[in-house]
Nanobody, 125 residues
Framework: QVQLVESGGGLVQTGGSRRLSCVAS????????MGWFRQAPGKEREFVAR????????YYADAVKGRFAISRDNAKNTVYLQMNSLKPEDTAVYYC??????????????????WGQGTQVTVSS
């Protein structure tokens, strides 16, 4: 059974930083692409970032490029999202995701095989 457990969410001021973590179990972590999506109230889920199994390639949504950084530690089955220069529009529930088809580049939510339960990030203005 695949489990993804996110942590690190909370309340942060505009311009602040936050690091999210996601610990995965029940899958071949080092063979899967990992990513993050987010969903703000009243909006659809949107792609945030993605990283290949070897950490060789990362992809970002334009809205977070230059401010967020995705990384992973395959020895710990953990993926991270470092969020800097946070803005109120970054307020959302953040989800950790798995794509077992690691070699493709996709931002479609339906393409991802597993989802975590989400962690709330709230950026106050």
């Amino acid at each position: 059974q695949v489990q993804l457990v996110e942590s690190g969410g909370g309340l942060v001021q505009t311009g602040g930083s936050r690091r999210l973590s996601c610990v995965a179990s029940g899958l071949a972590f080092s063979s899967a692409a990992m990513g993050w999506f987010r969903q703000a109230p009243g909006k659809e889920r949107e792609f945030v970032a993605r990283i290949t199994p070897s950490s060789g390639t990362t992809y970002y949504a334009d809205a977070v490029k230059g401010r967020f950084a995705i990384s992973r530690d395959n020895a710990k089955n953990t993926v991270y999202l470092q969020m800097n220069s946070l803005k109120p529009e970054d307020t959302a529930v953040y989800y950790c995701v798995v794509d077992r088809t690691w070699y493709r580049r996709t931002t479609e939510a339906s393409a991802y095989d597993y989802w975590g339960q989400g962690t709330q990030v709230t950026v106050s203005s």
